[in-house]
């Protein structure tokens, strides 16, 4: 994966996303063991998910990478 490659957060919305520490500026930079790179990826990892289940999140910022953990 290229520097800077993936999701941009432009807006947190939801109590589980915000208590996961996911800031605007963040870069997702993939959901459990898949690499997202567009929105579009982004949400079609995400139709697999169900509500309750709880997904890692790999972000990127401020250069430091590290997982969140969201239930959805």
């Excluded at 995400?46 to 969140?68: E, I, N, P, S, Y």
């Amino acid at each position: 994966m290229k520097k800077d490659e993936g999701v941009r957060v432009t807006a947190v919305e939801g109590d589980a996303v915000r208590e996961a520490g996911i800031r605007p500026g963040d870069l997702i930079l993939s959901i459990g063991r898949k690499t997202v790179g567009t929105p579009a990826e982004l949400d079609r990892v995400l139709k697999d998910a169900k509500a309750g289940d709880t997904v890692m999140l790999l972000v990127q910022r401020q250069g430091t990478t590290q997982f969140r953990a969201v239930t959805l």
